[in-house]
């Protein structure tokens, strides 16, 4: 089985900074793309960014310039930095992972969330 486990969220206050990070576990062969998503209350779950093993990436519009993504692949691991947060950047922001498993194939995982409240 794979575990994804978050870390990083919290309080912030309008212009400030978090790092989130996304740790993969399990019997994994290789991971493909990375990503995170979030979802606030009364909205759909969005992309809000996703790297692929090779170090691609893409950003949805509205956290372009602001957020970072990142990966280390000997550690299954990606990250979000999150600068000049926004008080619409509140949601539960999810990782998600495409894992290789032998003898399984590609199978896509999910992290538990974690809560992103930017509020002055």
């Known amino acids: 089985q794979v575990q994804l486990v978050e870390s990083g969220g919290g309080l912030v206050q309008p212009g400030g900074s978090l790092r989130l990070s996304c740790a993969a576990s399990?019997?994994?062969?290789?991971?493909?793309?990375m990503g995170w998503y979030r979802q606030a209350p009364g909205k759909q779950r969005e992309l809000v960014a996703d790297i692929t093993s090779g170090g691609s990436t893409n950003y949805v519009d509205s956290v372009k310039g602001r957020f970072t993504i990142s990966r280390d692949n000997a550690k299954n691991t990606v990250y979000l930095q999150m600068n000049s947060l926004k008080q619409e950047d509140t949601a539960v922001y999810y990782c998600?992972?495409?894992?290789?498993?032998?003898?399984?194939?590609?199978?896509?995982?999910w992290g538990q969330g974690t809560q992103v409240t930017v509020s002055s």
């Open positions: 998600n992972a495409e894992v290789v498993r032998i003898g399984v194939g590609v199978s896509g995982y």
């Open positions: 399990g019997s994994i062969f290789s991971i493909n793309a």
